[in-house]
């Protein structure tokens, strides 16, 4: 197995998730909160593909998917344009509304130009240098690992919101 197999794996599983945890959630459930200062299943899901979206766009040297896609413009969400997330007020949190089929297109996409990519890439192409902000660089292997990881904590996050607004609502 290469570290391009690797890759596309993980992305994978990102994808299968997402798609688990949000199917048949209606506005309630994706916007369910078990406090004031949770996040919603809608602002992870969106999170972790402005993420996912943000990064790989950036590696690639292609615009986001989010405003080449026209996701922007579906989702009309009252956020900077590129706003992917970070440090979120509650209130920024909950301005985060979209439907299901919504959520899994925009990630549908994210996803396939993720893979598309991941796929091209040659073994040594992912030691080259792609954030010089950090000590020691960010070398684009780390950078997808990170993106790996941070999706993986929020579909996590997500899943468990999901069983928490399903025990109180079902």
Do not use: C
């Amino acid at each position: 197995m290469t570290s391009t197999d690797l890759l596309v794996d993980a992305f994978g599983r990102i994808k299968e998730s997402v798609r688990a945890i949000v199917k048949g959630l209606d506005a309630a459930a994706l916007t369910y909160r078990p406090d004031a200062e949770a996040n919603t299943i809608a602002w992870l899901v969106w999170h972790l593909t402005r993420v996912q979206d943000d990064h790989v766009s950036e590696i690639i040297g292609t615009e986001q998917i989010w405003t080449s896609g026209g996701w922007a413009e579906r989702f009309r969400l009252p956020l900077d344009l590129h706003d992917i997330g970070y440090g979120h007020s509650p209130e920024q949190v909950a301005a985060v509304k979209a439907d299901a089929e919504t959520l899994i297109g925009y990630h549908d996409a994210v996803h396939a130009q993720t893979e598309d990519f991941v796929q091209s890439v040659k073994e040594p192409e992912l030691a080259r240098i792609v954030d010089e902000n950090w000590i020691p660089p960010v070398t684009m292997a780390v950078r997808l690992v990170s993106v790996v990881e941070d999706d993986l904590q929020h579909v996590g996050q997500a899943a468990y919101i999901r069983g928490m607004y399903e025990r109180a609502h079902m």
